[in-house]
């Protein structure tokens, strides 16, 4: 070592850090610093020598950058801990790193990504020593140890007991911070952040961010992301009642709550955390469906998609900029300003580059629609006539430029090359950053899509540049088209609002007619095809310009037709997972018709009136719950009826096949199947794997000790039904047996609030459910025998949680509105207790322990309101049975009475709104009705049951009748479908009512 001894080295790396920590004032952290403050002259096989050597001495890891660079000055800085100088301005220091965690809790999954970003602008705020970029790193990684501190906290546990609890289960929690802290600046900057409250961040301006992704050795791939709490305007949904509480689905069923808020809804997951991702190519519009209980509302568009690279090149960069591998990448203003060393261009394949020779580019790899291109340097390039500025290495990303397109969307049939279509010109908005979007007046500029029939490309200009593009069609305003079947086989388009001249093609396989949009703009169509099809095609065509505009639409039935996801027709019985319903559609006569829903496991059918072309997944809500009253293997049969026919049957249960185990393999038949397991015992154990035609699961499990719980899906067959394994299995139990023991553990629980198998079992229920379907598990179905157990999860998860606790009774045999009153009262008082022990343990007074859990409790019945308003004197009940207040508390600290003055004058106003929208019930309904509860309620018996739905849901709640059978559980269903708003105002008036007579 040169006469260099390991004592030495010990002592220098001591001494380096406390001198940093405490005798650096600000700028580039350098070597020459270091040794001056020994009086000596810098020598850097020295300093690289003692630092290596004394950090192995004490056993502390050299840190590395995300290039693999060792970083031998920064690690003495993290060592030594933060400067004096953060403690001696601790208020506006704690003020960063709380804004920090923030920023990084609101970003969810994402939030590691932009720490560092978020970091450099926060302390800028700071004196000069602590703004340099050393010190927000250093902020940023305390900043991840805090919010990962905060993450292993139960959902219902007060901030004060934070502390404690991690002390209690998390032992070594102050070992994972990053950074050396006195006890002086941990109580000063470090704890009051750990226990700050997260703050209900305002709902987001952003519908939807757009993303491509790297697959491994192959091309990138398109994302769209929906991020947790997006705000959709009430321009979104023009005509729609603002007080509605949505759903909001794509395709495939996945999507969000739409909770009324200021101006429009806040969007909040109904499974799941965080956002949702869909593949989506950048050019694709992105539509979400908008239901309300069963009522199809809208197809609305909420993000209508870049141009096509053929037509404009878009620029990108690394979500990441501190990755020289970049495997996200976000959009990039036209601007083009970047921290990271490069951006990226993705252009049509044709388009060679050329730029300043300043500037370097290099292909990269295949992306949606085109090449992806990377550059760096700084200069001017172009792609064919596009000129792209670019800036890479710049001190801050240009903030993301987005185009918002509010307008009518053309609805009914399919554009061909999934361009989104309004009727008339609509509005553009625009936004840089974050804020609300505004409109762009003469900032905003449109072309036409060459061959487009309509096609307009949008872009925002500004000081010569394009900051952001968008691609939509254009329609006439006035234009209408219909469809009719005049008989078997035949069907007449009508079409009218269109330009003199237009040419209006209709067709099926071979057979095709075509005709001229006349003076008055409209045409008329007589097609005749063999056979019975689902689908049709129609396109527009201008002679004059060679623009032409294709679609397709649904062939009109004046009976009832089964179509499924490709198009055809279904001409005999068909089993069809839930998950599989994606794309399958009905088409009814446009005079009425029904869809029709029977219980499988018996009953008599429940009919919802319909007519024209109908989504099937805008029935799903109604199906999971018929579903889930029938267990895990339950099925649900749903066929169509109208025009004197009824179709085909489709038995909808969970999964549409079954693994065939052979000795140690299981067969899986063609095709390749991703199977993910989930370990029981240890919900974070995950593993996934995708096989062909057979798998043995000790091969990928391993041999260990643990149950895991196997679900699969393939492309070609569909859900797999989930299996059980373990390469140790115990003795062999019936279901039943399995189900009793479960139910015997919930009890206990509800005994033991403190227990952390709470944590864990949630830890399960959302593992398995992200994985699949959590219906199957039997842990879930025991939850209705035990149903204060269900509230009290209910009550204990946070808030980010609390919708998906909600969506439970879609996977067990219960439905919250008959969840006895009992149950709840029971519940909240488990949870009380637990929130009262952990703040005893934590040190907290008695006399601030109760105000601090009835707050506590009161924010959580808040949040619960907000998505289940009928649920309100449930909570209110157990309150005032607790000896507590019936109060919630709102989001934004306001309280709310859990309670319903006048409940009998309340109900019968309600009931008079109800018969002013009643426009016919569901068929199969007539029999149910109040039996103890004598209200007076308008109406004639036509719309008895109706009214009565909510008497019966509160008859059993407070234990006046029986549980209702599974077939009077879809009645009521069925009942509250038909008219929410009736039911979820009238049930708490009602449960008043029965709680008064009972008493």
Known sequence: MGGLTPSTAQGFVLWAAEYIRTGFRGGQLTWDFVFEGMALDYDRPTAIELTSHGLDTWGRNLRQSDHGHREFLYTLLAEGGLPDLALANAPRYRRALLGLVSAIEGEGVLGESIADAAALRLVEDLPQVLRTGEQARLMAELALAIVAARNLLPGDLVVEAAEPWLDANHPDWRQALPLRLSQEAFEALVRPVLLSERKREKPMPVLVRRQLRKQAGGPWLGVAEIPERAFLPHANLVGVDRDLRLRLTNDTGAGFLGIPVEDGWELVRNAGRGALLMPAAPDEPVFLNAHADGRFLARIVIDAGQPAPDEAPSLWRAIDSDTDFPEVLVPLSGRGQARAGRVFVLASDDLVPEGDDDLCVSMDAKAPGGTLWSVSGRGVTHFGPHELRIATGADADAPEARLAVLGRPFSGFLIDGSVAAFLGAPMLLGVEGEGPMRPLGNHARTKAVPGLLGGRVAEWHDAGMVLARCQYIVLPETMQISLHEISDGQVRLQASGLPQGLHLHLGVGEHREAAVIGADGSAVLLLAAEGQPGTLDIRLSDPRSGETLAMTGLWPSRVARLID????????????????????????????????????????????????????IQFGNVIDQALALQGADGRVNLRLIGGGQETPRLEIGRYDWSAEPAGPFWHLGAGVTRLTAVCLDDPA???????????????????????????????????????????????????????????????????????????????????????????????????????????????????????????????????????????????????????????????????????????????????????????????????????????????????????????????????????????GLPDGVSGLSARELKVSLPGTDDVRPLLHAPLVAAEVATGQRPDLSPQEHLQLIALRASDPIWFDTALPAALTLALEMSR
């Open 565 to 616: 996801a490709q198009g055809a027709r279904v001409s005999g019985n068909r089993p069809l997972s839930r998950r599989g319903m994606a794309g399958w559609r009905g088409v009814l006569p446009a005079n009425g018709g029904a869809v029709q829903l029977r219980m499988a496991l018996g009953g008599a059918p429940v009919a919802f009136p319909a007519g024209g072309a109908v989504p099937l």
């Open 685 to 919: 154990r995950i593993m996934s794997v995708e096989v062909q035609s057979r798998t043995d699961p000790a091969v990928w499990l391993g041999e260990d000790e643990g149950l895991w719980f196997v679900q699969g899906y393939s492309e070609s067959r569909g859900v797999m039904r989930p299996m059980a394994w373990s390469a140790q299995p115990g003795e062999w139990s019936s279901r039943e047996q399995r189900l009793q023991s479960y139910a015997q553990e919930w009890q206990r629980l509800l005994s033991e609030p403190d227990d952390l198998g709470w944590d864990r079992i949630w830890s399960l229920i959302l593992a398995v459910r992200d994985a699949g379907d959590a219906s199957a598990l039997d842990q879930v179905q025991a939850l209705a025998r035990v149903p204060a157990a269900a509230v009290a999860l209910l009550l204990r998860v946070g808030r980010a949680d609390r919708a998906a606790a909600l969506l439970i009774e879609t996977e067990s045999p219960f439905w919250w509105p008959l969840v006895p009153c009992a149950a709840w009262a029971e519940a909240l008082v488990s949870v009380r207790n637990g929130l009262c022990y952990r703040l005893r343990i934590a040190g907290i007074g008695e006399d601030d322990i109760g105000p601090l859990v009835a707050e506590r409790l009161a924010k959580a019945a808040g949040e619960i309101i907000a998505l289940r308003p009928e649920l309100a004197v449930h909570l209110g009940q157990a309150f005032a049975w607790a000896g507590g207040k019936p109060l919630a508390v709102t989001s934004t600290g306001t309280p709310v009475p859990l309670a319903v003055p006048r409940a009998g004058v309340s109900l019968a106003g309600s009931a008079q709104e109800a018969l002013r929208r009643f426009s």
